[in-house]
């Protein structure tokens, strides 16, 4: 174990050099703005990622499902596909304030608080997690549908537009989102954080978890709210990265054999930001930007994806 991650700490601290200091043809200091800036955004969505997605699992009992199965990337669709549908590409490419993308993740977070909220009033309801998940997915082609009509009846212009908005950025991320994301973000941290162990019981199974002291119905509404704020912070700052979180959850599981969420969450974490950072390296210095990094992880994410569909067949 303390060998992976001093190799994987090692490969980080390479990968950050490489990336912030190559090819800055002597600029150093708007390179390291322009580059850090995104490098602050890196970080973010690499400790809000793992975190939502194991838990999610831990949750779930689930290893290839992800908390975007709660609707969050068709929401942040339709809620871009509404901006350009009754507002216009002038209002939709705007520059989005601060109170714009704070209400972009109260909205995102609606449809998973309502759920949780459901579920926390709802005695019958409130173990059958089946059923949440049911709704999530049902909510997502809601939106996906919705978000498809309007899409049609765009101006040619304007869709093409549309979709430019559609993938995941880094390079276009706003200082003053980022100030907005990080207390946020560190705050639902914490409350991970805090319940590690309690996640490492609930690994054992629901019923083993309650005959240990564990309140699962007041449990699961809490673990599902940050799950969803994670999820709905990070896809507001970056766009929709649906595939990192599998990635980079199933690495964690093969490379640290432990069921321990302490372990579980750091070593996530370093290694969402060790691809980011290469990714990112790769689309702007080898690929010269003809690609972007959402498309590079969805592209990966897929084979990586089928890859594990088909070993788990064999087995």
């Known amino acids: 174990m303390m060998k992976k991650t ?11 050099f490489l990336y912030l200091t190559w090819n800055t043809y002597g600029n150093w200091a708007f390179a390291l703005e322009l580059r850090g800036r995104k490098l602050i955004a890196f970080v973010l969505v690499s400790l809000a990622i793992p975190f939502s997605t194991i838990s999610f699992q831990t949750l779930t009992k689930n290893r290839f499902i992800t908390p975007n199965l709660l609707g969050m990337d ?17 209002i939709a490419l705007a520059k989005i304030s601060g109170i714009q993308f704070l209400a972009n993740i109260l909205l995102m977070m609606t449809i998973s608080t309502v759920l949780a909220s459901w579920l926390f009033f709802s005695e019958k309801l409130v173990r059958n997690l089946h059923l949440i998940l ?5 909510s997502g ?4 549908n919705a978000s498809s ?25 706003e200082l003053t989102h980022l100030y907005i994301a990080l207390p946020m973000i560190f705050m639902l941290l914490v409350f991970l954080w805090n319940v590690r162990r309690t996640l490492d019981v ?17 449990f699961q509404v809490l673990l599902l709210l940050a799950i969803s704020g994670l999820t709905a912070i ?40 060790t691809l980011l950072v290469l990714g990112q390296f790769l689309v702007e210095q080898v690929l010269s930007f003809n690609a972007t990094l959402s498309v590079v992880i ?12 088909l070993v788990k067949r064999k087995m």
């Not at 942040?76 to 002038?90: K, T």
């Not at 969805?298 to 569909?309: D, R």
């Open 74 to 90: 068709a929401l942040y669709v339709f809620l871009q596909s509404c901006l350009f549908f009754f507002f216009g590409n002038e």
């Open 298 to 309: 969805e592209f990966v994410g897929g084979l990586y994806f089928l890859s594990k569909i």
């Open 141 to 144: 082609t809601l939106f996906q």
């Open 234 to 273: 990070s896809t507001a700052l970056v766009g929709p990265v649906g595939f990192l979180g599998f990635i980079v959850a199933n690495l964690t599981y093969q490379l640290v054999k432990t069921y321990q969420h302490q372990k579980l969450f750091l070593f996530g974490s370093l290694i969402t930001l």
């Open 149 to 173: 009509f309007m899409q049609v009846l765009l101006d040619p212009n304007e869709y093409l537009q549309l979709q430019g908005k559609l993938y995941a950025s880094f390079s276009n991320v």
């Open 134 to 138: 049911l709704i999530g997915m049902i």
């Open 6 to 16: 001093f190799a994987l700490l090692l490969l980080l601290a390479a990968s950050i």
């Open 202 to 218: 609930l690994h054992l199974g629901l019923d083993a978890a309650q005959n240990l002291g564990v309140k699962i119905q007041h």
